[in-house]
C-alpha cells in the first residue's frame, strides 16, 4: 500500500522553526516530484513548494520564500521542510503529495501552529 506519513508538526512561538517530514512507502519515491501544501483553518489548499525527483530543482511560494527549504533523501524515501522564522500566517495542516503523470498520493496531514 501506497503511504505518505507526515510528521513534525507542532506549537511553535513567531520566530521559532519546525521541520517537517514525509516518510514514504509503497512506491518509487525516487520518481515522484514532491510536493508541500498547507490548509489553514478556513481556507483552502496552499501549495508551499515543490521538488522535482532529481532533488535539485525546487520552488516555492512567494510567501515562504527565504524562510523554508524543502530536500528529500531518495535513498530514505523522505521528504523534508524546514520551517525558519515562522509566522502566525504558517499555521496551517501541512500535506505531503507525490505526482507522477500517472499517479497522484496524499499522506495525512501534520499540524503546525505559530502562536
Known amino acids: 500500500d501506497v503511504q505518505l506519513q507526515a510528521s513534525g508538526g507542532g506549537l511553535v512561538q513567531p520566530g521559532g522553526s519546525l521541520r517537517l517530514s514525509c516518510a514514504a512507502s509503497?512506491?518509487?519515491?525516487?520518481?515522484?516530484?514532491m510536493f508541500w501544501l498547507r490548509q489553514a483553518p478556513g481556507k483552502g489548499p496552499e501549495w508551499v513548494a515543490d521538488i522535482f525527483s532529481d532533488g535539485v530543482t525546487a520552488a516555492y511560494a512567494d510567501s515562504v520564500k527565504g524562510r523554508f527549504t524543502i530536500s528529500r533523501d531518495n535513498a530514505k524515501d523522505t521528504l523534508f521542510l524546514q520551517m525558519n522564522d515562522l509566522k502566525t500566517e504558517d499555521t496551517a495542516v501541512y500535506y505531503c503529495n507525490a505526482r507522477n503523470r500517472l499517479s497522484d498520493y496524499w499522506g495525512q496531514g501534520t499540524l503546525t501552529v505559530s502562536s
Open positions: 509503497g512506491f518509487t519515491f525516487g520518481t515522484y516530484d
